[in-house]
């Protein structure tokens, strides 16, 4: 979906945020120039959630949620962005006109998704109703599935002549191979499925946009294959079962996450429409989003050897950082979940989901050690260096604490001592998991919510703070020049209001988080909520004198040490020496300083 950016900034401008907010919060109060309630996000007792109509964004201290009034709207409704810009528009009367609705592309995915649902319905037909389809349905009948799921899931059979029949209905060859059907091959042309039990797979809205095949004959390989991927369908953006339970994983807030086609129909089969699983690939951060937009709780179910536990531990890394509160369960060896179902009933799988599921760092912790073992200090030390990366996910200081607890306990260490090694770790390793994700001054700012009228200020950098006051007093930007900047993130933000300052006179806060790395926006919401309580244009002066000058001593000390490593072989550089003594006077001079590297010509 394409929606004109001057349709959006339309919307914006006439969705008052406050109001919007307040429909939903009712009780949101002022604050100085923002306003607070707390946060619908997750629990907390002191309001920690900030509004600021001025800069028409919002932001949590406590959980760091943030965004402007369709991120607002999208997340509290668990909604689609889409549909959150036309509930909106719909509200302050603005038409909605979709650019790819009406495009040559929306034309050619519409002929794609055409397709598929045909090609659908013959699989189906050719499961029911001829002689190759018949050991397929046999098939089906031994693993326990019943006509009624084979029809809510759409499953067929394919043997092999989709291309003559949906050619002689004006489907173009073309159409076939850019959906994923077919291939081309030395001057012909062969089809995905042949031979294979097939399962739709469908998108969040229940389109068809790839097929799942299942081997009937044990001995061909791969046993199970996707359709590739195509401009319709991308393995890692896609849920099997996800659209079939949708009712009931949006009304549960719940979703169970298995391996295979199979586990997901006898799931839903014997009562659990709330299983999904993945289409040939990893669980990805899209998952996460989608997910995450509907459940609290999440467990992950795969098949007990090494590759089932290493997806295991893929897909909770990415977990780790949300608010969803995931588990890991391993069932009995060389049980699927559609064979325990079937064998014991959906409410005791529930029951046993119950019993034996696992903190993920629980989980990770076994894992590791039967991976490396724990009998040695060097073993231990292998564990703790794969297990430390994914404590450093976590938000709260209080859980991460508590998690060292499992680790150690778990490896059979000394508390005092993974701790010790833990902040070795991170001090070793600061630029390698990502700045935002380590303890230090931005995630207690993330943690702590404010007691006081307004977000606390804590510990800024100087290069923050001057990223606060632009964001108030825009039109001083072009005051400075990037090498004053050290900071990628304020770097970024300062060309960001620069640019758009210049060009339109004003800027839009939530399209500068919008420019940023989805690691950075959390960080610059929480800077944009701060409130200027000082004469703004002294401290931009302030500010603009202290960065400079740390241009003019870094430089200094590399001139000094190029200075003297010329004199310790004797050729003393004139024009060096020149430098060094140009830079301390303008160090001592704050007028030559003031008119230096910090200010733009």
């Known amino acids: ?23 939903y919060l009712p009780e ?19 309001p920690s959630f900030f509004v600021s109509p001025d800069k028409g964004i919002y932001h949590c201290f406590g959980c760091g949620a943030n965004g402007d009034v369709f991120k607002f709207v999208q997340e509290y409704e668990k909604i689609s962005w889409p549909e959150a810009v036309r509930k909106i528009a719909a509200e302050v009367g603005i038409a909605v006109r979709d650019d790819y609705e009406n495009s040559a592309a929306a034309e050619q995915d519409r002929k794609l998704y055409a397709a598929l649902e045909r090609a659908s319905e013959h699989y189906k037909k050719t499961l029911f109703d001829t002689y190759a389809g018949k050991n397929a349905l046999e098939y089906l009948k031994t693993r326990s599935i019943t006509k009624e799921t084979i029809e809510k899931f759409s499953i067929g059979f394919s043997q092999g002549d989709v291309v003559s029949i949906l050619s002689k209905e004006g489907i173009s060859g073309e159409t076939l191979a850019s959906c994923g059907l077919v291939r081309a091959s030395e001057g012909r042309t062969f089809e995905y499925m042949n031979g294979r039990l097939v399962f739709p797979i469908r998108d969040a809205r229940g389109r068809i946009v790839a097929f799942g095949g299942r081997a009937l004959d044990e001995a061909r390989e791969p046993k199970y294959l996707n359709t590739p991927e195509t401009r319709i369908y991308v393995k890692g953006r896609h849920l099997y079962g996800f659209f079939e339970g949708s009712e009931r994983i949006k009304k549960s807030g719940e979703i169970i996450i298995v391996e295979g086609y199979v586990d997901v129909v006898v799931s839903h089969q014997y009562g659990l429409p709330n299983a999904v699983s993945c289409l040939g690939t990893a669980f990805t951060e899209y998952h996460t989003s989608l997910i995450s937009r509907f459940v609290k709780k999440t467990a992950l179910i795969f098949d007990p050897d090494r590759a089932g536990l290493m997806a295991a531990v893929r897909a909770a890394e990415h977990l780790i950082n949300t608010d969803v509160e995931f588990y890991v369960v391993t069932l009995p060896d060389k049980t699927d979940p559609d064979e325990y179902i079937i064998k014991n009933g959906a409410k005791e799988f529930v029951e046993y989901i119950r019993r034996h599921k696992k903190n993920f760092f629980d989980f990770h912790c076994d894992y ?36 060292l607890k ?12 993974v701790a010790a090694e833990y ?20 995630q207690e700012e993330r943690i702590a919510a404010p007691e006081s009228s307004r977000p606390k200020e804590k510990s800024l950098s100087r290069e923050e703070t001057l990223v606060c006051m632009l964001l108030e007093r825009p039109d001083c930007a072009a005051a400075f020049s990037e090498e004053i900047f050290f900071e990628d993130d304020c770097r970024a933000v300062w060309k960001k209001i620069r640019e758009d300052y210049s060009l339109r006179g004003k800027i839009d806060v939530s399209a500068i988080a919008d420019c940023l790395p989805a690691s950075s926006k959390e ?11 000082i004469p703004i244009d002294e401290c931009i002066e302030r500010i603009q004198k202290e960065m400079s000058e740390a241009v003019l001593r870094a430089r200094l000390k590399v001139v000094e040490s190029e200075l003297g490593a ?9 024009a060096k020496r020149d430098e060094y003594h140009a830079l301390l ?12 590297p910090g200010q733009s010509s």
């Open 1 to 23: 979906m394409s929606i004109p950016a001057k349709t959006l900034e339309d919307i914006k401008a006439k969705a008052d945020l406050v109001a919007v907010v307040e429909k």
């Open 28 to 46: 949101l109060k002022k604050s100085g120039r923002n306003y607070r309630a707390r946060c619908p996000f997750h629990t907390e007792k002191t």
């Open 368 to 403: 590791l050690v039967s991976k490396h073992g724990a009998s040695s200090s060097l073993e231990k030390l292998a564990c703790l260096k794969e297990i430390f990366p994914n404590v450093a996910k976590i938000k709260s200081p209080l859980i991460a604490q508590e998690t």
């Open 406 to 417: 499992i680790v150690a306990q778990k490896l059979g260490a000394d508390l005092n001592i």
């Open 423 to 442: 902040s070795l770790c991170l001090r070793q390793k600061a630029g390698g998991f990502g700045r935002k994700e380590f303890p230090g001054r931005r």
């Open 523 to 533: 960080w610059f919401s929480s800077l944009a909520l701060r409130e200027i309580n």
């Open 566 to 574: 010329s004199l310790s072989i004797g050729s003393g550089d004139t």
């Open 585 to 596: 006077q303008r160090l001592k001079n704050p007028r030559a300083q003031h008119s230096g």
